[in-house]
């Protein structure tokens, strides 16, 4: 089983530049999310969504945008890169209920400079 | 100021000695979950706890949910080089709407032989 996988996993982009972090799962999770991890912290929500075709902000949105076009995919988009998106971005699957824990992909290390 | 406030934010223990990691809230928690995160990698589920009061074990890692649900614990028996990582905890607040988790800033274990 994949599981979730992120593509890529390292990136360096320059300030104003554009890329998509990928993430796909294999396991039909309706729920998904994507979580940004700085250097020594916790993870921090940036987006998440219930299913195909409905998307939400999460904590710290401003400079990303998402699409849940499918189940399976769940793209995070950066319009134009600042320094302090410098981070590592999670990506993570649910089943359903709280009870069931995230499944977390590796990661993509982002540098902007 | 976190939702979630671990404690310590680093341990350094030697090989046989025990350790507790304490995941404090003033907010109630439909469910919290543990998870220790290796370098380079996405975070793996440990446990789910959704009782108040409840205690769980895996092997030498013991966790309990405090009676409020409002506080957890992680405690190792006799850590081994193994146990060395990143723990986070994780809760989940009643209606949280798409069941999203609010991490703790994470205690980083190092174990030495």
């Known amino acids: 089983n994949a599981g979730v996988t992120q593509t890529p996993k390292f990136r360096i982009l320059k300030i104003g530049q554009s890329m998509t972090l990928q993430c796909t799962q294999d396991?039909?999770?309706?729920?998904m999310y994507w979580y940004r991890q700085d250097p020594g912290m916790g993870l921090k929500l940036i987006y998440y969504?219930?299913?195909?075709?409905?998307?939400d902000k999460g904590e710290v949105p401003n400079g990303y945008n998402v699409s849940r076009s499918t189940t399976e995919d769940f793209p995070l988009r950066l319009e134009l890169a600042a320094p302090s998106q410098t981070s590592v971005y999670f990506c993570?699957?649910?089943?359903?209920?709280?009870?069931?824990?995230?499944?977390f992909g590796s990661g993509t290390r982002l540098t902007v400079v | 100021t976190q939702l979630l406030e671990q404690s310590p934010q680093f341990l350094s223990i030697q090989e046989g000695e025990n350790l507790t990691v304490y995941c404090n809230s003033s907010?109630?928690?439909?469910?919290l979950q543990w998870y220790r995160q290796e370098p380079g990698e996405g975070p793996v589920l440990l446990v789910t706890?959704?009782?108040?009061?409840e205690v769980k074990k895996l092997k030498r890692l013991t966790f309990q949910f405090g009676d409020a649900r409002k506080d957890s614990s992680l405690h190792i028996t006799a850590a081994q080089p193994g146990d060395t990582g990143l723990y986070l905890c994780a809760g989940e607040l009643i209606k949280a709407a798409g069941n999203k988790l609010t991490f703790g800033g994470g205690t980083r274990v190092l174990v030495k032989p």
């Open positions: 969504s219930v299913g195909a075709g409905i998307t």
């Open positions: 907010s109630v928690f439909s469910s």
């Open positions: 706890v959704v009782t108040g009061g």
């Open positions: 396991m039909n999770h309706n729920y």
């Open positions: 993570a699957s649910n089943k359903q209920a709280g009870y069931y824990g995230y499944t």
